[in-house]
C-alpha cells in the first residue's frame, strides 16, 4: 500500500516510531547523522542511507522526526536534502512529526507541492506533505500510542491514516497546512498556562496555610479541576506515579515545554497576536531551565514558587 518508507531522525521519539513501523512489517530506510544510531538499525539488518536525497531517491513515503524548525528546513531544502536531487521525486508523501512553528510547515508543504511526481498516483498531480505532530512521550512512542494532530491535503490524510496507527492509536484531522503543527503548539501552550495556574494557586493555598491534598480534593470535586489537578498534580506527595512524587524525574522534560512556548510566543509574535499570558509562561520556563531543571518534568514549575526559600 505504502511502498517503501523512509525515516529520518532516529533519537528519542523517531527511533521508536520507525522500530514499530518496522514491527508492523514495513519496508523501511533510514537516516541520522549520528552514526551510532545508524549503526544499531543497520545492525538489525534496517537498510541505512547517508543522506536525505538518498532516502528520496528510494522512498515512496518520507516521515521526519527532528528537533526543530532549522533541522526539517535542512532535510528537506538544504545540500543534499529531499528537494535538492531536482524533479520529478518519487516519494509521494512527505509527513513531518516535528514540533516545529506553522510558518514553516507551510512553507516546507509549498516548495513539496511545487514538485511533481516520477509515479503518478490516481488524481495527484504532486506530491502532498503533512504536518503531523505527535502528543505523548517516549512510553507512547514506544507502545504505539501517539496521538496524530494532522495539517494539510485531506485526501493525504485520508491515504495515510493507517500509516499512522501503525505508530499511534488516534490521528485527527485538523484541516490545511500548518494545522497539525498550530494544534500541537497551542496544546502544548494550554497545557503549560493550566500546570502553572494550579502550581500557583496550590503554593498561595499552602502559604495561606492548607495543605495541598485538602485543596487537590476541592479542586478535583470544584470549577478548578483538569489535568494538572486530577492526573499529573504538581505538589510532591498529593498523588503517585506521577513525576512529583519522584522528584520530577521522567515525563515532559522543561527544555521541551519551554521550546513549544517559544514556538507559540515566536507565532504570536509573527501575526501581531496579543498572548500575554504565552509571554509570561516563555519567560518562567526560561528561567526554569537556565536555573538547571532543564531535563526535569515540567510540574516542577510548583518549585518556581519556592526558589530562592526553604520549602
Ligand atoms: P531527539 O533530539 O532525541 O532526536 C532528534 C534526532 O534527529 C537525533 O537523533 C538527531 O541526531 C537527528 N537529527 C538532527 N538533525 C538532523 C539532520 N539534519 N539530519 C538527520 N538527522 C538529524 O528529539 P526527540 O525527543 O526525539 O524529539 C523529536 C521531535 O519530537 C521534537 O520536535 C520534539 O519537540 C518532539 N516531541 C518530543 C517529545 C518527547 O517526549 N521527547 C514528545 C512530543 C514531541
Known amino acids: 500500500l505504502f511502498g517503501r518508507i523512509g525515516f529520518i531522525g532516529l533519537g528519542t521519539m523517531g527511533s521508536r516510531m520507525a522500530d514499530n513501523l518496522i514491527k508492523a512489517g514495513y519496508e523501511v530506510s533510514v537516516h541520522d547523522i549520528n552514526h551510532n544510531v545508524m549503526k544499531m538499525f543497520s545492525d ?12 528520496a ?4 513515503v518520507v516521515i521526519t522526526m527532528l528537533p526543530s524548525s532549522n533541522h526539517v528546513l535542512d532535510v528537506y531544502t538544504g545540500q543534499n536534502g529531499f528537494l535538492s536531487g531536482g524533479n520529478p521525486l ?15 510547515s507551510r ?3 509549498a516548495a513539496v507541492s511545487n514538485c511533481s511526481l516520477i509515479h503518478k498516483r490516481d488524481g495527484w498531480k504532486a506530491p502532498a506533505m503533512l504536518d503531523a505532530p505527535v502528543s505523548g512521550g517516549v512510553l507512547a512512542a514506544e507502545n504505539g500510542t501517539l496521538t496524530f494532530m494532522v495539517g494539510g491535503p485531506e485526501e493525504a490524510y485520508t491515504a495515510s491514516k ?3 496507527l501503525s505508530m499511534g492509536e488516534n490521528t485527527i484531522y485538523c484541516g490545511g497546512s500548518g494545522n497539525g ?4 503548539i497551542c496544546n502544548n501552550l494550554a497545557m503549560a498556562i493550566s500546570m502553572l495556574g494550579v502550581s500557583e494557586a496550590f503554593a498561595l493555598g499552602q502559604s495561606l496555610g492548607i495543605a495541598a491534598s485538602t485543596l487537590t480534593k476541592i479542586f478535583n470535586s470544584s470549577s478548578a479541576r483538569c489535568w494538572s489537578s486530577d492526573t499529573y498534580n504538581p505538589v510532591p506527595g498529593v498523588m503517585d506515579g506521577v513525576p512529583s512524587s519522584r522528584n520530577y524525574i521522567g515525563g515532559f522534560a522543561s527544555k521541551l515545554m519551554a521550546k513549544d512556548l517559544n514556538l507559540a510566543a515566536a507565532s504570536a509574535k509573527e501575526t501581531g497576536f496579543w498572548c500575554p499570558l504565552t509571554s509570561q509562561a516563555e519567560k518562567i520556563f526560561t528561567e526554569l531551565c537556565n536555573n538547571g531543571h532543564e531535563a526535569k518534568d515540567f510540574s516542577c514549575v510548583f518549585r518556581y514558587y519556592y526558589s530562592g526559600k526553604d520549602e
Open 44 to 55: 538489525k539488518g534496517i537498510l541505512t542511507e547517508d543522506s536525505p536525497l538518498k532516502v
Open 57 to 60: 531517491e528510494t522512498s515512496d
Open 90 to 104: 518519487r516519494p509521494w508523501l512527505f509527513i513531518d512529526s516535528s514540533t516545529i512553528d506553522p510558518q514553516t
Open 107 to 109: 512553507k516546507v508543504s
Open 162 to 164: 493507517l500509516l499512522f
Open 181 to 184: 503543527a498550530t494544534a500541537k
